[in-house]
């Protein structure tokens, strides 16, 4: 089967070319680089891996306001709309998502219209985060599942395969929220329309190099995001 990953990218110039390369070592994935305008150059840096690698990688250029969530919808989009690849996979730029758990994601996909790269299907699997962030993170997701009645362990995990029918069916073109709440959002949506989740343990590691994207404003759509999905659906069918 063919696999596409979308790389959503912000001032990753020290992570890109390595990833990349990293991904491109299964012969059956490709890469698109979904580029955020990033001042340091990686869009740039992105440009000179597709001419490297004709055919296998493709960037993307993004213009107006910036987001993590943006990025991800244009990424998605576009690649249902350019790309044949069976399986649409997602993952951060900065190496706490490693490429080498891809080929199980995947694999796992033939039972599973989405599966996640779960950090917390054996336990608590993150390497170098402080112990408010492990603690975040868990009642975050504890939080999502209660108000959701999502039934998968890592509600936040941007480590995602999903089969090309399974992301197609989920409304991208009306999705508002951005940061790490998209996560919860596109994760609902296919889950309201009967998707099957599956997660694949890995070991999630803090970034390599640059600086995290949580800030205070993110936290505050991840805390709305769950509420407002509910209600979306209290009254009608997806």
């Not at 992301?167 to 309201?192: K, Q």
Request: with cysteine; aromatic share 8%; charged share 25%.
């Amino acid at each position: 089967m063919k696999a596409l990953a979308v790389i959503p990218t912000y001032n990753e110039r020290d992570n890109l070319p390595d990833l990349v390369r990293a991904v491109l070592a299964d012969p059956s994935f490709a890469v698109m680089v979904v580029d955020d305008g990033s001042p340091d150059g990686t869009g740039e840096l992105a440009d000179g891996l597709a001419r490297e690698f004709p055919g296998r990688v493709d960037v993307v250029h993004r213009t107006g306001p910036r987001g993590l969530g943006r990025s991800y919808v244009e990424g998605l989009q576009r690649a249902l709309a350019t790309s044949d690849a069976d399986l649409i996979c997602q993952m951060d730029a900065d190496w706490s998502h490693d490429p080498k758990y891809l080929p199980a994601m995947a694999e796992a996909c033939a039972a599973h219209d989405i599966v996640i790269g779960s950090r917390y299907l054996n336990g608590v699997s993150v390497v170098n985060w402080p112990l408010r962030r492990v603690i975040l993170s868990a009642f975050a997701n504890r939080y999502i599942r209660a108000v959701t009645g999502l039934a998968i362990h890592d509600c936040t995990s941007g480590f995602r395969c999903w089969n090309r029918e399974a992301l197609a069916m989920v409304p991208l073109d009306r999705v508002v929220s951005d940061g790490y709440s998209f996560l919860t959002e596109t994760i609902y949506e296919a889950h309201v329309r009967g998707a099957r989740i599956g997660e694949v343990p890995i070991i999630f590691v803090e970034r390599r190099m640059g600086l995290s994207k949580l800030s205070g404003g993110v936290l505050l759509e991840s805390a709305l995001t769950p509420w407002r999905l509910r209600l979306r659906y209290l009254f009608k069918r997806p």
